[in-house]
């Protein structure tokens, strides 16, 4: 350990104040704080200060994300060859889909920390741990047969225009990962949607083809899958976002570690299963429906994308609600307007990533009326006091 | 009847090195300093120079925007040097005490049969008027102000902190006195604060009101226990006094002299004998600590709120305690990997310490981490007992909105409330110099 400290020091010594490559201490800074916690010191306020640090809370979010990623490049390989009807072991299924969906994290996060490394040399701040986060989110919520120059273009938007052009890590107002899906699904809409981008080679492969359950459900079609293989997730759809079971790992790694607001989830799935409810009970107030409004409210909460955003992208904490009453206000809304979206505008079958971009604008709102209970409460005890002394 | 100030929100840090209850005479410090910028936003108007003699009582200075507001002489003596600054502002006066200690003579006075200003005016002319904090803002007290109600906290949560109970131990008398001189300072009531669980006389003490307070720290912070009982309103002012303080202005009261006995408990992991000395205010640090400690931080105060001080420098003129803990100027290698060096405390579940709550911790100066932008929302709520939007309160005070911050509640607190909050952020944020920042601009403005 001592050997590469003093390699790492030697290494930062033209980059020091100063010298040749000040400029560039940030990106320097980045790698000795990923080997390193600083020898940094407390300078002002409270002389002592807690483990916890933005690294940990963010590579928290990433350890969480692992059982979705793990199974979601099995069931790439798992969609492609039962359909092929190839013979198929674990390992074959996870290889065809990890030989898919790595280059696609290599780019996301080859792209994206380097835009966030340009941004902090230019800005003249650290590196944020943010983009660990979004850089892998961004994969895993994309079709496996997006072309890899697409991702990077959605990176580049998400972070320029999602992130850096608000003021980077901190202040931007949307989701940055789902800015980068939103600018796909818009942009390359081909690629995003149908029936032939969701199982790997589906549009190369005659004998493949792969419709969501939701896309099924639009066209009007019955569904082949039993809420079972919902909730374990083998079924076509974005990569990691098909296995509720393993989101659920997930979720409750970052809920009882608190990296995550757990009133944002339980919100989010009481508003989608209120939603689902009321729309299951269409047909008994004399209103016909159609097949997404007449599919079972539990297995809404099963299919799609919506248990994966609302667990991982809904608590991205600079874009939800920050007030506590916020946080729930914020997750109802998400689940409200998510299953709405899904039923009833058979354009957008996957609701969950409209309904939280849409959630994410009005989060300052929601935040401001409650602190605004606050403000008045202090006005109103004013009032109160100087009529008693008056 | 009693009142109950219950706080559930809060973090109860144990560490190692707590104060055994042991009190022992320090030595006489060979010099003694008044430090100015120990008064925040004071700007002394000297009286007297360098080479003058003294008594302990003697006027040495008056705030240059009040001349009520008076600081004196803790030690008769001579005045050594008065040590200036940048554009000459005074740093100390330093004093060489003399052997055998001379005291001014104040009239004596009962504050109970006293009339109510001239009970002020006493406590003014004496120096007194020194230990009288106001709220908001955290300035010393204004002689021209009334406050609505007057607040004393005998307990104090912070992490090792001195226990003002055992330090009032042989002061009750004239600690009663000054709760009966401060009865006399506001047409309100005297609040006094105590530990829900204590079995001591503090309890006994009449004309003020007992608060009996229960719950992590921050309950014992008077700004928690002011907001849960009598909360400030924009213009309202509320005095705050620290407890062995309320002795002092006793002492005087009964005996004519003032006598500026200090209580220090010297705490921490770093340190050799955690015990109590007994001093005088402005002490030097190598009064009480007789070998210098090596890569040692020291802290006059508590390890949350305390200023450091250098070894060859003095003790500041509020706070009861010495906390020394080794500075952490060390690299750890992947620190930040989750449930790693579990010996470090986090209130955060992401190291394993929760599952440790009754370890005593070790602590030292480390950042454990570095400074980044605010992303985790409701970790500083967890620690903020009142009824306040913290985050949105140090946005608005970063931002320098002076409207925000008063509809938010900066009239309520102060640095200290903020202290749990630069301990326990993901972000690392200075909260509690922030908060400063923000209550010097509403001085400035609003005043």
Same mark, same amino acid.
């Given at each position: 350990m001592n050997w590469i400290r003093q390699k790492l020091d030697q290494a930062k010594e033209p980059f020091q104040?100063?010298?040749?490559f000040e400029k560039f201490a940030p990106a320097i800074n980045a790698l000795d704080t990923f080997l390193f916690v600083p020898n940094h010191t407390t300078k002002?306020?409270?002389?002592i200060r807690d483990a916890v640090d933005l690294k940990r809370t963010m590579i928290m979010v990433v350890l969480a994300l692992v059982p979705a990623l793990i199974f979601g490049m099995w069931n790439t390989g798992y969609q492609h060859f039962s359909q092929t009807g190839e013979e198929f072991g674990f390992m074959e299924a996870f290889i065809h889909g990890a030989w898919k969906i790595v280059p696609m994290i290599a780019v996301s996060y080859g792209v994206g920390l380097a835009l966030e490394f340009a941004f902090a040399v230019m800005r003249g701040h650290e590196v944020n741990e943010g983009y660990l986060v979004t850089g892998l989110l961004i994969p895993m919520i994309?079709?496996?047969?997006?072309p890899l120059w697409m991702v990077a273009l959605s990176v580049i938007f998400a972070v320029l225009i999602g992130k850096e052009a608000f003021g980077g890590t901190g202040m931007d107002i949307l989701n940055p990962a789902l800015t980068a899906r939103a600018f796909a699904f818009f942009a390359y809409p081909t690629y995003m949607s149908g029936?032939?981008?969701?199982?790997?080679e589906a549009a190369t492969l005659d004998s493949v083809s792969g419709e969501t359950i939701l896309g099924t459900l639009a066209a009007g079609n019955d569904v082949a899958y039993n809420s079972a293989y919902m909730f374990t997730g083998m079924?076509?759809?974005s990569i990691s976002e098909t296995s509720t079971l393993c989101i659920l790992v997930g979720a409750l790694l970052i809920v009882l570690t608190k990296v995550a607001d757990w009133r944002i989830i339980v919100g989010g799935v009481l508003g989608a299963a209120a939603m689902g409810l009321l729309l299951n009970a269409l047909p008994a107030m004399g209103v016909e429906g159609n097949a997404l409004t007449n599919f079972a409210w539990y297995n809404h909460l099963i299919v799609g994308g919506f248990a994966f955003g609302i667990v991982f992208m809904a608590t991205?904490?600079?874009?939800?609600?920050?007030t506590m009453k916020g946080k729930w206000i914020y997750g109802i809304l998400i689940g409200l307007t998510a299953i709405l979206i899904r039923t009833l505008n058979p354009a957008y079958p996957e609701g969950i990533m409209l309904s939280i971009l849409l959630m994410n604008v009005f989060a300052p709102t929601i935040d401001h009326y409650v602190v605004e209970s606050n403000v008045k409460m202090r006005k109103k005890r004013m009032q109160t006091q100087t009529v008693k002394t008056a | 009847m009693s009142i109950y100030v219950k706080v559930k929100r809060g973090l109860k840090l144990n560490l190692k090195g707590e104060a055994e209850e042991i009190l022992v005479d320090a030595p006489i410090s060979k010099t003694i300093a008044i430090q100015?910028?120990?008064?925040?936003?004071i700007v002394p108007k000297m009286v007297v120079k360098e080479g003058a003699k003294l008594k302990a &009582?003697?006027?040495?200075f008056f705030s240059k925007y009040s001349d009520q507001t008076r600081f004196v002489s803790?030690?008769?003596?001579?005045?050594?040097e008065i040590v200036r600054g940048d554009k000459?502002?005074?740093l100390q006066i330093v004093i060489s005490p003399d052997s055998e200690q001379v005291f001014k003579e104040h009239p004596k006075m009962d504050p109970l049969k006293a009339e109510a200003e001239k009970v002020k005016e006493h406590v003014f002319a004496s120096g007194l008027g020194a230990f009288l904090m106001q709220r908001?803002?955290?300035i010393i007290a204004n002689a021209e102000d009334t406050p609505k109600s007057i607040f004393v906290s005998a307990v104090d949560t912070a992490?090792?902190?001195?226990?003002q109970e055992f330090i009032l131990k042989d002061k009750m008398n004239f600690f009663q006195t000054g709760i009966n001189v401060l009865?006399?300072?506001?047409p309100g009531k005297v609040y006094l604060g105590v530990d829900k669980a204590s079995t001591g006389?503090?309890?006994?003490?009449?004309n003020a009101e007992i608060i009996n307070v229960k719950g992590?720290?921050?309950? &014992?912070n008077v700004g928690v226990q002011i907001h849960h009982i009598d909360p400030i309103n924009q213009g309202e002012r509320v005095w705050t006094v620290r407890p062995e303080d309320v002795a002092i202005i006793g002492e005087l009261f009964e005996t004519?002299?003032?006598?500026?006995e200090r209580t220090i408990a010297v705490v921490g992991?770093?340190?050799?004998e955690t015990k109590y000395y007994k001093t005088k205010i402005g002490s030097e640090v190598q009064s009480i600590l007789s070998e210098k400690p090596v890569n040692t931080r020291i802290i006059? &105060?508590?390890?949350?709120?305390g200023q450091q001080v250098q070894y060859d420098k003095y003790i500041n003129y509020l706070g009861n305690e010495l906390s020394l803990i080794p500075e952490g100027n060390q690299y750890r290698m992947f &620190?930040?990997?989750?449930?790693?060096?579990?010996n470090i405390h986090s209130?955060?579940?992401?190291?394993?310490?929760?599952?440790?709550?009754n370890r005593k911790y070790e602590v030292n100066t480390n950042l454990n981490g570095e400074e980044r932008a605010?992303?985790?929302?409701g970790e500083m709520e967890e620690v903020?007992?009142?009824?306040?939007?913290p985050m949105q309160l140090i946005k608005a005070c970063m931002a320098g909105d002076i409207e925000k911050m008063e509809s938010l509640g900066?009239?309520?607190?102060?640095?200290e409330d903020f202290a749990l909050i630069d301990y326990t952020n993901t972000s690392k944020i200075e909260a509690q110099d922030i908060v400063r920042q923000g209550l010097d601009l509403m001085i400035t403005e609003v005043g």
């Amino acid at each position: 350990m001592n050997w590469i400290r003093q390699k790492l020091d030697q290494a930062k010594e033209p980059f020091q104040p100063g010298n040749k490559f000040e400029k560039f201490a940030p990106a320097i800074n980045a790698l000795d704080t990923f080997l390193f916690v600083p020898n940094h010191t407390t300078k002002k306020g409270a002389h002592i200060r807690d483990a916890v640090d933005l690294k940990r809370t963010m590579i928290m979010v990433v350890l969480a994300l692992v059982p979705a990623l793990i199974f979601g490049m099995w069931n790439t390989g798992y969609q492609h060859f039962s359909q092929t009807g190839e013979e198929f072991g674990f390992m074959e299924a996870f290889i065809h889909g990890a030989w898919k969906i790595v280059p696609m994290i290599a780019v996301s996060y080859g792209v994206g920390l380097a835009l966030e490394f340009a941004f902090a040399v230019m800005r003249g701040h650290e590196v944020n741990e943010g983009y660990l986060v979004t850089g892998l989110l961004i994969p895993m919520i994309m079709p496996v047969d997006i072309p890899l120059w697409m991702v990077a273009l959605s990176v580049i938007f998400a972070v320029l225009i999602g992130k850096e052009a608000f003021g980077g890590t901190g202040m931007d107002i949307l989701n940055p990962a789902l800015t980068a899906r939103a600018f796909a699904f818009f942009a390359y809409p081909t690629y995003m949607s149908g029936n032939e981008v969701w199982v790997s080679e589906a549009a190369t492969l005659d004998s493949v083809s792969g419709e969501t359950i939701l896309g099924t459900l639009a066209a009007g079609n019955d569904v082949a899958y039993n809420s079972a293989y919902m909730f374990t997730g083998m079924i076509p759809g974005s990569i990691s976002e098909t296995s509720t079971l393993c989101i659920l790992v997930g979720a409750l790694l970052i809920v009882l570690t608190k990296v995550a607001d757990w009133r944002i989830i339980v919100g989010g799935v009481l508003g989608a299963a209120a939603m689902g409810l009321l729309l299951n009970a269409l047909p008994a107030m004399g209103v016909e429906g159609n097949a997404l409004t007449n599919f079972a409210w539990y297995n809404h909460l099963i299919v799609g994308g919506f248990a994966f955003g609302i667990v991982f992208m809904a608590t991205d904490p600079v874009s939800a609600a920050q007030t506590m009453k916020g946080k729930w206000i914020y997750g109802i809304l998400i689940g409200l307007t998510a299953i709405l979206i899904r039923t009833l505008n058979p354009a957008y079958p996957e609701g969950i990533m409209l309904s939280i971009l849409l959630m994410n604008v009005f989060a300052p709102t929601i935040d401001h009326y409650v602190v605004e209970s606050n403000v008045k409460m202090r006005k109103k005890r004013m009032q109160t006091q100087t009529v008693k002394t008056a | 009847m009693s009142i109950y100030v219950k706080v559930k929100r809060g973090l109860k840090l144990n560490l190692k090195g707590e104060a055994e209850e042991i009190l022992v005479d320090a030595p006489i410090s060979k010099t003694i300093a008044i430090q100015p910028p120990n008064f925040h936003s004071i700007v002394p108007k000297m009286v007297v120079k360098e080479g003058a003699k003294l008594k302990a &009582g003697d006027e040495l200075f008056f705030s240059k925007y009040s001349d009520q507001t008076r600081f004196v002489s803790p030690v008769s003596g001579t005045i050594n040097e008065i040590v200036r600054g940048d554009k000459r502002r005074i740093l100390q006066i330093v004093i060489s005490p003399d052997s055998e200690q001379v005291f001014k003579e104040h009239p004596k006075m009962d504050p109970l049969k006293a009339e109510a200003e001239k009970v002020k005016e006493h406590v003014f002319a004496s120096g007194l008027g020194a230990f009288l904090m106001q709220r908001p803002y955290d300035i010393i007290a204004n002689a021209e102000d009334t406050p609505k109600s007057i607040f004393v906290s005998a307990v104090d949560t912070a992490p090792l902190s001195a226990s003002q109970e055992f330090i009032l131990k042989d002061k009750m008398n004239f600690f009663q006195t000054g709760i009966n001189v401060l009865t006399k300072l506001t047409p309100g009531k005297v609040y006094l604060g105590v530990d829900k669980a204590s079995t001591g006389k503090i309890k006994d003490i009449q004309n003020a009101e007992i608060i009996n307070v229960k719950g992590p720290h921050p309950a &014992g912070n008077v700004g928690v226990q002011i907001h849960h009982i009598d909360p400030i309103n924009q213009g309202e002012r509320v005095w705050t006094v620290r407890p062995e303080d309320v002795a002092i202005i006793g002492e005087l009261f009964e005996t004519g002299k003032f006598n500026a006995e200090r209580t220090i408990a010297v705490v921490g992991n770093a340190a050799k004998e955690t015990k109590y000395y007994k001093t005088k205010i402005g002490s030097e640090v190598q009064s009480i600590l007789s070998e210098k400690p090596v890569n040692t931080r020291i802290i006059s &105060g508590n390890v949350l709120t305390g200023q450091q001080v250098q070894y060859d420098k003095y003790i500041n003129y509020l706070g009861n305690e010495l906390s020394l803990i080794p500075e952490g100027n060390q690299y750890r290698m992947f &620190g930040w990997l989750p449930f790693t060096y579990n010996n470090i405390h986090s209130m955060s579940k992401t190291s394993l310490s929760w599952l440790f709550p009754n370890r005593k911790y070790e602590v030292n100066t480390n950042l454990n981490g570095e400074e980044r932008a605010l992303v985790v929302t409701g970790e500083m709520e967890e620690v903020m007992p009142m009824n306040i939007y913290p985050m949105q309160l140090i946005k608005a005070c970063m931002a320098g909105d002076i409207e925000k911050m008063e509809s938010l509640g900066i009239y309520e607190v102060i640095p200290e409330d903020f202290a749990l909050i630069d301990y326990t952020n993901t972000s690392k944020i200075e909260a509690q110099d922030i908060v400063r920042q923000g209550l010097d601009l509403m001085i400035t403005e609003v005043g």
